[in-house]
């Protein structure tokens, strides 16, 4: 796997279609990709801390234990308590989800209810990974939330229309 890091940034949008597919947009699929030794695999797992899922490629997961020793030292430095074991198991949780060339993958079921998603997804890079939104639950997220939200609004619209034609 590569050790490069990758950045995910933008933004956009899926509608559930044929098969119960979801479509990994073009702007993130090459990323993916080349993140997962070229293989058509996109790594999906929950969100630690918000309501969304997030995706990534393989070679994040070579970046575990140096995050696990980062939270470890700023949980002592705080005086808090750190599960490394159950930290570790967080972090590995996450469904291997192969796609293919036009970024057609179907979601877990136990991701979609966990997070509430059903027949819409919205697309935010941000950094490390790519998050996965429910439009309903971004809708909800409070102060800061402005762009994604009214990205996501205008990409759901625009999806809509398309797939109305």
């Not at 890079?125 to 997220?141: D, F, I, N, T, Y």
């Amino acid at each position: 796997m590569a050790s490069q890091p990758y950045q995910y940034s933008g933004q956009d949008f899926s509608l559930l279609r044929d098969k119960g597919r979801f479509v990994l947009p073009a702007l993130f699929r090459k990323i993916v990709k080349e993140s997962s030794a070229n293989k058509p695999v996109l790594c999906i797992d929950t969100h630690h801390r918000w309501p969304c899922l997030i995706g990534f490629g393989l070679s994040r997961a070579q970046t575990f234990d140096d995050l696990l020793e980062r939270e470890e030292r700023e949980a002592e430095r705080k005086g808090l308590d750190f599960d490394w074991g159950l930290r570790e198991t967080q972090l590995n949780s996450f469904r291997q989800v192969p796609f293919d060339d036009s970024g057609r993958f179907v979601l877990p079921a136990y991701l979609a209810e966990l997070r509430d998603i059903g027949d819409q997804i919205f697309f935010q890079g941000s950094g490390k990974v790519v998050q996965l939104w429910s439009p309903m639950r971004l809708a909800e997220m409070g102060d800061g939330w402005e762009n994604p939200q009214a990205a996501c609004r205008q990409l759901a619209t625009e999806a809509m229309a398309k797939g109305t034609k």
